[in-house]
């Protein structure tokens, strides 16, 4: 009986400093996340280290060396530049007087470094009362200029005012994750084998946790990014051809928008071909990005994540869509990655069930 009441003495104090531990940590879990997906992307870049130098602390490095050369500096300095435009976009907005000058001018309030959204407000709001007219419907332009550019200002206003704050936390996250991602690979194994003692669980169904964890990644995230960086990549370069301003920001919504299932870069890339023919009256700019947008950047996803999944995801397309808003809804930006990895971890874990369960009754 005593054993019993200081084994759960023991669960109640463990539990208590769990939470405590969790809580500690949670500021560093999407860090920690980032660093696990970068482990299993680069894995096979790391094991060829493994084999030219012998040494396991100096290919860790070497490998975290060049997953910052060739993924995270770029992507910083993409999302940082992302960054001061949407300041600039913002401050373009938010000065409706010069912005009112800018549209009469037929300029752009900024020199031409950016769109100048105010512009597009003026030419929607003249079409809205148009067809508002034909309808019977009496609306005032002045209106509807206010309320189009009053929107466009609470959506570019968190990013932009937070800009300096966002890229402070980016940096810190970041450094974290590089750190996160040297240990794992210098001692992956022997933490592998920790978490393989102290599990509860069999290890039988610890391995297939991981394994599963370790074929989800390889296939349903990495899928997932590789066709979102290179077709935002693609996306940006035919900004840059067609003369668009704000490329580094386009180019980073191409990719964020691209993460999500059924809804992708269009969602970015046809509202430029709109800015295009209805408001800088470029029409055949309009017609050949939307021709190449349609065609290269859409056929990009279904030429890579086919190559890289190779029928390792029986993650059903429903199921797929539902889990990315779901998961944004929850966790927010990291939902998107997070949200079909829960759904097929609760898949494998009814499958250990009901191989006990089917055990079990046979043994009964």
Known sequence: MARIVSFVVLVVILLIIGGLFLRVMSGFLLPLFLALVLVIMFGPLHRWYCGRCKR??????????????IVLIPLSLLFVAAGFEAQSLYRSAANSEAAARAVAAARPVNGGDAPDVNAFAQWASTKIVAFAEKAGVELKAEELVSQIGARVRDFLAPLALRTTQLIGQMLFGLFVMILAVYYF??????MLETILRLSPLEEGHTRTLFDQFDKITRTVIVATLLSAFVQGLLAGAGFLVAGIGSIFLLTALSMLFTLVPFVGAAIVWAPVCLWLYAVEGRGLAALLLAVYCGTVVAMADN??????????????????????????????????????????????????????????????
């Open 303 to 364: 030429l890579i994540k086919p190559l890289v999944l190779r029928g390792g995801s029986n993650l059903h397309p429903l199921l797929a869509l539902l889990s990315v808003i779901g998961g944004v809804q929850a966790l927010g930006p990291i939902g998107i990655l997070v949200g079909p990895m829960v759904v097929v971890f609760l898949q494998t874990l009814m499958n250990m069930v009901h191989a006990e369960l089917t055990k079990m009754t046979a043994e009964a």
């Open 56 to 69: 396991k602390r100096l290919a860790a490095f070497l490998t975290t060396i060049s997953i910052m050369l």
């Open 185 to 190: 690979f210098a001692d992956g194994p022997a």
